[in-house]
């Protein structure tokens, strides 16, 4: 793909790659030169409908397919990809800002994920039910048919590709719609289903998440949405669907993750991992970012000192290059929010000991570039303890008992994922039973285990993804009783 002015992408519906029916274009701008890099359609729900209705009118043809035959299309899939790879991470560096060494894993993660639920078909059976003695009553898993998906500009590949897997190898056809801000890596994805999958099974509609995002919610014969994202979105797609039918829909969402570190932890390699698990090679734009670090009194100072001295060492720059450890911003919105919160937090009387402005040097004059940002003596009270950045700020608290640091750390809405240093295990299991978030690790961070259901509490979600769990949530259950 060349990048530029002349870079026009097309969606992928009913099997032809396609501008949208409005003739409308949305402009990719790369975050870290503010160029205009290529465009995408910018679909209406007229071009959803369309989707859909290729859909439907696939999705009983893939099914009929049978495991094996739906497995090897996903490797076909997973091997274009693959092939496809260094293409992809040139557009996926210019169109999110993320490092390329970071975004290397990507598409590796889509690559495995493709191969992964290749491989699980099998795992789509049924039971049998000693309900009545001489009688069979057993299930059956059934695809919904068409499953909406919808994701959000943090990793348009992975989630694009790795995050439609499960629904497609269930047997349904889908319709998936990227980040309007960084969507060019996904019509990637387009062109490759285009040549591997029959018409319908994968649609790849691109727009504004009010318009093509809503009309997905909307749709009435889109009964499944899988939706990654923020709390607000989610909200208003839960009303939007409501307003049209029943719809079984699943959220994953932010993320305002504690990592709580006793005073017996190893502490050099929990210093190591403050830092790590705010993902800063994404700009700290990872939902599961341990952007709260709570520290026992005892360490507080000298722990403080060390993870500043520590993000000094990040290396801000051209992502493209692998030396650089840092990028810029997303998006124009996404840098405005970001620099609004370092704002409010100074204001809330957060100690700012890193970061918080525009780095300088000559790379730095254009673009949406935020030194990664330290700020210290933060309280539960504070905004900036309680709202999801998805940037890089990280927010540094202190506490003198193990209930205090509990409480701190289920003080917020959120509850995805919590970071937990000691070398007691018993403290260590305790605390990891009472926090309340989806996904925990002991004496680790960042990282997202193969295999392994991912998902949140309270406002970070419902339900589990990047496992057997995800892809049996694309399966209804029918119970067929029979009456010997
Ligand atoms: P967002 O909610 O603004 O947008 C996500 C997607 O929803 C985009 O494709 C957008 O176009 C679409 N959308 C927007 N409005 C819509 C509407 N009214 N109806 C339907 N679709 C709509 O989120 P974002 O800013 O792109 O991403 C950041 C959020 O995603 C953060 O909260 C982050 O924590 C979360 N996230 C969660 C996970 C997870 O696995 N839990 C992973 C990555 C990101």
Redesign the pocket.
Known sequence: MKLGEDNKRLMLIGGELTASQTGEWLPSINPATEEVIGYTPAAAASDVDAAAKAATQAWPAWNALGVEARGEALREVARQLKARSDEILAVEVADTGNTISALKGDVDAAVWSLNHYAGLGYELKGETIPATPGNLHLTVREPFGVVGR??????PIMFAAARTAAALMAGNAVVV????TSPLSATIFAEICQQVLPPGVMNVVTG???DA??A??RHPDIKRIAF???PG?AR??QK?AADVCVKHISL????KNPMIVFPDADLERAKDAAVRGMNFAWQGQS?GSTSRLLVHDSLYDEFVESVVARVRQIRLGNPALETSTMGPINSKAQYDKVCNYVEVAKADGARLVHGGRRPEGAGFQRGYWLEPTVFADVTSQMRIAQE?V?GPILSIMRWSDAKQALDIANSVEYG?TASIWTADIGTAMQTARQVRSGYIWINGVGTHFRGVP?G?YKN??VGREESLDEMLSYTETKVINIML
Do not use: M
Not at 150 to 155: E, L, R
Not at 252 to 255: I, S, V, W
């Open positions: 919808i994701v959000p500009f943090n990793h719609k990227p980040p309007e504004l998440g009010r995002g809503d997905i919610a990654i994202g923020s979105t208003q797609i939007s994953e969402l932010g993320g939902c999801e998805f995805l991912f949140g970070s979600g």
